[in-house]
């Protein structure tokens, strides 16, 4: 007679799982002992399951499975409409990852691809991954991006005029900022920040254009920085979208947020042995982070944002059908 009780002790996902928990909290390989039920110690002299060896492989079968879920997710049935890009350094590594957005809101990791820079080729194999298992962006697609020239080079090869671009705004401040002598950031940041919140798209970009004038003598590079890819940075409001939603939209914070939360399930690693190793953290962290994920701020403006999507793929149709993200 087959006892379930038994079954349940003996599985080894069981044990794998809970492997997979602490180790994504935090936890080293070799405490995994000491944080254990106590049984004894006649059952400690004899275990092998809960060795530091043991535990990493457990662990390394268990982000196996993660990365690969990750990878082969499809996404056919996702109702995609925004597409956030940002890369983590790890070591001499980079795994460029991939957030999307759907039409009711709702945050879900979708891609992670490996390099040694965040260059076009890495950023565009991975996009293509993302259409190859069912991203459509034939009704239009928002990219948010962190300003990389890279990674816009990529989207408009991938995506060409379906997609729209929004650059995020703090990484501009930061760049320009970096440009400036201690005592002008301040007030190039605060006037930077007025003007990316700017509703009208066009004072905004007109207000940026004449502060890169007003720069460019004294910083020129300051300048320059800021002018670069200057009309992806009024992307969101251009198609009509503010309050709420804008503020999501415009920054890469929501990916940025994931990011962080994989970047503490890394934060025991002391070598990264080789891309395999980064991709399958970094596919555990994500997936971890996915568990707390709440619909963006503002999503109740996304079926504004939908329309406004079709709009700018289809710019010679007077009116888009009814969508189920438009109903919702």
């Given at each position: 007679?087959?006892?379930?009780?038994?079954?349940?002790?003996?599985?080894?996902?069981?044990?794998?799982?809970?492997?997979?928990?602490?180790?994504?909290?935090?936890?080293?390989?070799?405490?995994?002992?000491?944080?254990g039920?106590?049984?004894?110690?006649?059952?400690?002299?004899?275990?092998?399951?809960?060795?530091r060896?043991?535990v990493?492989?457990?662990?390394?079968?268990?982000?196996?499975?993660?990365?690969?879920?990750?990878?082969?997710?499809?996404l056919?049935?996702?109702?995609?409409?925004?597409?956030m890009?940002?890369?983590?350094?790890?070591?001499?590594?980079?795994?460029?990852v991939?957030?999307?957005?759907?039409?009711?809101?709702?945050?879900?990791?979708?891609?992670?691809?490996?390099?040694?820079?965040?260059?076009?080729?890495?950023?565009?194999?991975?996009?293509?991954?993302?259409?190859?298992?069912?991203?459509?962006?034939?009704?239009?697609?928002?990219?948010?991006?962190?300003?990389?020239?890279?990674?816009?080079?990529?989207?408009?090869?991938?995506?060409?005029?379906?997609?729209?671009?929004?650059?995020?705004?703090?990484?501009?401040?930061?760049?320009?900022?970096?440009?400036?002598?201690?005592?002008?950031?301040g007030?190039?940041?605060?006037?930077?920040?007025?003007?990316?919140?700017?509703?009208?798209?066009?004072?905004?970009?007109?207000?940026?254009?004449?502060?890169?004038?007003?720069?460019?003598?004294?910083?020129?590079?300051?300048?320059?920085s800021?002018?670069?890819?200057?009309?992806?940075?009024?992307?969101?409001?251009?198609?009509?979208?503010?309050?709420?939603?804008?503020?999501?939209?415009?920054?890469s914070?929501?990916?940025?947020?994931?990011?962080?939360?994989?970047?503490?399930?890394?934060?025991?690693?002391?070598?990264?042995?080789?891309?395999?190793?980064?991709l399958?953290w970094?596919?555990?962290?994500?997936?971890?982070?996915?568990?707390?994920?709440?619909?963006?701020?503002?999503?109740?403006?996304?079926?504004?944002?939908?329309?406004?999507?079709?709009?700018?793929?289809?710019?010679?149709?007077?009116?888009?059908?009814?969508?189920?993200?438009?109903?919702?």
């Amino acid at each position: 007679m087959p006892l379930a009780s038994y079954r349940l002790f003996a599985a080894e996902d069981q044990l794998t799982t809970v492997v997979m928990e602490r180790m994504l909290a935090g936890l080293a390989t070799r405490r995994h002992v000491a944080a254990g039920e106590p049984v004894g110690r006649a059952v400690q002299e004899q275990a092998t399951a809960t060795s530091r060896s043991a535990v990493s492989r457990r662990f390394i079968a268990a982000t196996k499975v993660a990365l690969a879920e990750l990878l082969n997710r499809d996404l056919t049935p996702l109702d995609i409409k925004v597409l956030m890009v940002d890369g983590e350094h790890l070591a001499e590594h980079l795994a460029v990852v991939a957030l999307a957005i759907t039409a009711d809101g709702t945050k879900v990791p979708v891609g992670l691809w490996e390099g040694s820079t965040e260059n076009a080729t890495v950023v565009k194999a991975l996009l293509a991954d993302l259409v190859a298992r069912g991203l459509d962006a034939t009704d239009g697609l928002l990219v948010v991006i962190d300003g990389a020239k890279a990674l816009s080079s990529a989207v408009k090869a991938v995506f060409g005029a379906q997609a729209a671009i929004q650059r995020c705004t703090v990484h501009k401040r930061r760049n320009v900022a970096d440009h400036l002598p201690e005592g002008e950031r301040g007030w190039v940041d605060t006037k930077l920040g007025k003007i990316f919140a700017n509703p009208d798209p066009a004072a905004g970009l007109r207000d940026a254009k004449a502060l890169a004038a007003a720069l460019s003598r004294k910083h020129p590079g300051a300048a320059a920085s800021l002018r670069e890819g200057l009309e992806e940075m009024f992307t969101v409001t251009r198609l009509g979208i503010t309050g709420s939603l804008a503020r999501t939209l415009t920054t890469s914070n929501p990916i940025e947020s994931m990011i962080s939360i994989a970047r503490t399930t890394n934060r025991n690693v002391t070598h990264w042995r080789d891309g395999q190793m980064v991709l399958r953290w970094t596919a555990a962290g994500m997936l971890n982070a996915q568990r707390s994920f709440r619909r963006v701020r503002g999503f109740k403006q996304m079926p504004q944002l939908v329309t406004a999507l079709h709009r700018h793929a289809h710019p010679n149709t007077a009116h888009r059908p009814d969508t189920v993200g438009a109903a919702a």
